[in-house]
């Protein structure tokens, strides 16, 4: 994972404030009445801590939170995003305001907690297929509300993204070859209805579709549910004319076996789905 994979995946600044607004809102409504009980203009010191191994996710909006609540909180990292954490590992020290600390507590770890949890699944995966050229892909499988964020989690664990949503990428499905007639007539109306230069996938469900579609000119070809020996078996008859991604059934354990079968792509829909939350504890000292 390169720093520059991380800037391109982080969504801007603007976008990142509004989802954080959003959140907030859900949290705080008309106001923190528990918070009214602490003094208005005290200060506090605050540590958070990673109680597991994970891989760390988020800071983006973790600082968000507070910013928005007091702008003179101060955070300071011992960990970037992207980085192995060890149980016990401290993360940030945070400096300010007692009621807007304990009033964004929570928001801001839910975020840190949930792509962090994203991001560590990720980097199992990632570290599962090391040494085989294939790229891990996430899916738009996603928590509502989270696309971006999780996307961005994904890339941090040292996978890939696939397309974000609707608008960016075509995917040919089953029912977009029948609506179209065949998978050629699919492919030549993707072509026409879209500007030139986007990526344009087909999925296919067995060797006689593969054929059709890279007869059809397909460059990119989803290989979905198929067993490892027709993996092999698709690899050799694409030799190159397409890059080939492998979905459907894919586990922790048995991915490696489908890395080694040649393909290019693997996507993985339980990297977003499948999110367990990282245990991270906010101390106030």
């Given amino acids: 994972m390169r720093s520059s994979d991380l800037e391109r995946a982080l ?13 907030l809102a859900e949290d705080l409504g008309d106001g923190d009445l528990t918070a009214a009980l602490i003094d208005a203009v005290s200060e506090a010191d605050v540590r958070v801590i990673c ?28 960990a970037a995003d992207g980085d192995r954490l060890e149980a016990g590992q401290p993360l940030c020290h945070l400096h300010g305001n007692t009621r807007a600390l304990l009033s964004g507590e929570r928001t801001a770890l839910n975020y840190l907690q949930t792509l962090s949890g994203t991001a560590t699944l990720a980097r199992r995966y990632a570290d599962a297929v090391a040494g085989t050229g294939v790229r891990i892909l996430d899916t738009r499988k996603t928590l509502p509300g989270l696309r971006l964020q999780q ?30 007639g065949s998978i050629a007539a ?9 500007p030139v230069g986007t990526e344009i996938e087909i999925e ?25 020996a027709a993996l092999r078996q698709a690899v050799s008859r ?8 492998a979905s459907g ?12 079968t040649g393909v290019d792509d693997i996507s993985v829909g339980a990297l977003t789905k499948d999110v367990r939350a ?8």
């Fill in 278 to 285: 990282i245990d991270l504890s906010m101390r106030f000292l």
């Fill in 151 to 180: 996307k961005y989690a994904v890339v941090c664990g040292g996978c890939h993204n696939h397309r974000v949503g609707l608008y960016d990428a075509v995917l040919i499905k089953e029912n977009h070859i029948l609506a179209a």
């Fill in 204 to 228: 296919v469900e067995d060797l006689d579709e593969l054929d059709q579609a890279l007869a059809a000119g397909a460059r990119r070809v989803l290989l979905d549910n198929f067993d490892l």
């Fill in 51 to 78: 109680r597991e191994p994970a891989v760390l996710a988020g800071r983006a909006w973790f600082e968000a939170v507070f910013r928005q609540l007091d702008p003179a909180i101060r955070v300071s990292w011992s």
């Fill in 249 to 260: 059934g894919v586990t922790l354990e048995g991915i490696r076996a489908i890395a080694e």
């Fill in 186 to 194: 699919a492919l030549d109306a993707a072509r026409a209805a879209t």
């Fill in 11 to 23: 969504p801007s600044p603007e976008r990142i404030r509004e989802q954080v607004r959003i959140a």
């Fill in 238 to 245: 694409n030799a190159g004319r397409a890059r080939l991604e």
